[in-house]
């Protein structure tokens, strides 16, 4: 198991940037596939973006495509959800997730089997 804790949520306005960070605890992160995933009120969570634990693969979800980057530093245990040119549509609650290596590649598996959760920041962007 692996704790996770979401950062760097807030308002901004569209065409802006925020950067979210995802602290995790324990000796293993680096083992860990990580992921983003959002929930807009109203709606069901989606799938935002994952980097393998190796790092060397990313998915993303087609409408961030281009906008946002999935990044990890295992030396500091965080993974980050760089987001750029925001839309009032990206408003949502954004959970990062944590699953074990041997549960499929990012490509097979890009938003599949996450046992670990954080609590999630809110994102609000505004038009």
């Known amino acids: 198991q692996v704790q996770l804790v979401e950062s760097g949520g807030g308002l901004v306005q569209a065409g802006g940037s925020l950067r979210l960070s995802c602290a995790a605890s324990?000796?293993?992160?680096?083992?860990?596939?990580m992921g983003w995933f959002r929930q807009a009120p109203g709606k069901e969570r989606e799938f935002v973006a994952v980097?393998?634990?190796?790092?060397?693969?990313?998915r993303y979800v087609d409408s961030v495509k281009g906008r946002f980057t999935i990044s990890r530093d295992n030396a500091k245990n965080t993974v980050y959800l760089q987001m750029n040119s925001l839309k009032p549509e990206d408003t949502a609650v954004y959970y990062c997730a944590a699953r074990w290596r041997d549960k499929g590649t990012v490509t097979r598996n890009p938003d599949g089997a996450f046992d670990n959760w954080g609590q999630g920041t809110q994102v609000t962007v505004s038009s």
């Open positions: 980097i393998s634990w190796t790092g060397l693969s990313t």
């Open positions: 324990g000796r293993t992160f680096s083992s860990y596939t």
